[in-house]
C-alpha cells in the first residue's frame, strides 16, 4: 500500500474519531487540567470554601464582596515557592491574583472536606 494511501486512512479514521469524541464531550462539564496549578485550584474550588475572621475584616475594609474574591481564587496564580504543599493535616497554598486593580495574596488551607481562606492581604 502506497504512503498517500495509509495517510488518507490515517487521516479519516483520525476525523471520524475527533467528531464521535467531540459529540460525546459536548454539552458536558469536561475540563483538562493536567498542570499541578489547575489541579490545586479545581480541587479547592470543588470544596466549601469557608471565610477566617482576618479575610472579613479585609474584605470589609477593601469593600470587596465574596464573589470577587471567589473570582479571584478560581483564576489566581498559585506561588509553589510560598505554599506549604505537603503539611499535615492541610496544606497551605499561597495564591496571587488582581481584584479592582489591587494585587491580593490570598493563603488558603485545604483539608479534606472543606477549603479555608486563612489570610488576605492586598499588596502594593
Same mark, same amino acid.
Given at each position: 500500500m502506497k504512503f498517500i494511501h495509509r495517510l488518507g486512512y490515517y487521516l479519516g479514521g483520525f476525523s471520524i474519531g475527533l467528531i /464521535?469524541? #467531540?459529540f460525546f464531550l459536548s454539552g458536558k462539564k469536561t475540563s483538562c487540567s493536567y498542570g499541578p496549578e489547575a489541579r490545586v485550584i479545581k480541587n479547592i474550588n470543588s470544596k466549601k470554601l469557608v471565610y477566617s475572621h482576618n479575610t472579613h475584616l479585609v474584605l470589609k475594609q477593601n469593600a470587596i464582596? &465574596? #464573589? +470577587?474574591l471567589n473570582a479571584a481564587i478560581k483564576h489566581g496564580n498559585i506561588n509553589f515557592s510560598k505554599s506549604e504543599t505537603r503539611k499535615e493535616p492541610c496544606?497551605? %497554598? %499561597?495564591?496571587? @491574583?488582581?481584584?479592582?486593580? +489591587? @494585587? /491580593? #495574596? !490570598? &493563603? !488558603?488551607? @485545604?483539608?479534606?472536606?472543606?477549603? &479555608? /481562606?486563612? %489570610?488576605?492581604?492586598?499588596l502594593k
Open positions: /464521535v469524541l #467531540a464582596d &465574596t #464573589a +470577587k496544606a497551605f %497554598y %499561597y495564591l496571587e @491574583n488582581i481584584i479592582d486593580d +489591587k @494585587n /491580593v #495574596a !490570598i &493563603t !488558603i488551607e @485545604n483539608c479534606d472536606s472543606i477549603a &479555608t /481562606v486563612t %489570610y488576605l492581604k492586598i
